[in-house]
């Protein structure tokens, strides 16, 4: 069973950056490949960035070049540095491991990027 808890949305101008949390109860945090994902109202959440246990990445375009996914398996702790942000990627993020499991989605983080 894997817990997470996610921080540091906000609301910020378009621009601007924000760094979100990510952290995970579970004593084999290491061994999995975690995403961040983000869902707006209406529509399906989209992985938005995902991590392996080796530390290699990959993103969805619409993010590629402006955020950054990294781990610190010490803590448990998944981050997603995000940078020049736009109002589209106003939404709420979600950690979860890659392939999702839905019993291990969290409350989630309100990111709000205002024009």
């Known amino acids: 069973q894997v817990q997470f808890v996610e921080s540091g949305g906000g609301l910020v101008q378009s621009g601007g950056s924000l760094r979100l949390s990510c952290v995970a109860s579970?004593?084999?945090?290491?061994?999995?490949?975690v995403g961040w994902y983000r869902q707006v109202p209406g529509k399906q959440r989209e992985l938005v960035a995902l991590?392996?246990?080796?530390?290699?990445?990959n993103y969805a375009d619409s993010v590629k070049g402006r955020f950054t996914i990294s781990r610190d398996n010490a803590k448990n702790t998944v981050y997603l540095q995000m940078n020049s942000l736009k109002p589209e990627d106003t939404a709420v993020y979600y950690c979860?491991?890659?392939?999702?499991?839905?019993?291990?989605w969290g409350q989630g983080t309100q990111v709000t990027v205002s024009s």
């Open positions: 979860n491991t890659y392939p999702s499991v839905p019993r291990y």
């Open positions: 579970g004593s084999r945090f290491s061994i999995f490949a």
């Open positions: 991590i392996v246990s080796d530390g290699s990445t």
